[in-house]
């Protein structure tokens, strides 16, 4: 990779990642007729933009209250282009989500 150390991106190393969460009513048997489509909650999103040091820790998250009824949960998470359309292997060289995690407080 051009001489790269491993795991050090470059100035134009694609960076941001988002996390997303849909809440749905219902049962899962129906999800891939109703995602993106009726969501009982959300979605709920969150970006990171990550930088090319592999020793820091960058985690993900959302922070938000369900006010809804929901039966489950969806979690997408997307690595987005947002420097240069580079040849495959050099996009996100040196950028990692390390975490992402969820936590259901139930009240």
Do not use: K
């Not at 941001?16 to 999103?45: D, I, N």
């Not at 949960?73 to 995690?101: K, M, Q, S, W, Y």
Request: proline share 8%; net charge negative.
């Amino acid at each position: 990779m051009r001489g790269l150390q491993p795991g050090r991106g470059t100035p134009t190393s694609d960076a941001r990642f988002q996390v997303f969460l849909h809440g749905y009513a219902g049962s899962m048997r129906h999800f891939s007729e109703v995602y993106g489509l009726q969501a009982a909650f959300g979605p709920a999103r969150a970006e990171l933009d990550s930088d090319a040091q592999p020793e820091t820790w960058e985690p993900i998250c959302i922070d938000v209250a369900i006010t809804v009824p929901v039966d489950y949960f969806a979690i997408e998470l997307r690595a987005i282009e947002n420097t240069v359309d580079g040849p495959p292997g050099d996009e996100f060289d040196g950028h990692f989500v390390d975490d992402a995690c969820l936590f259901v407080n139930p009240r």
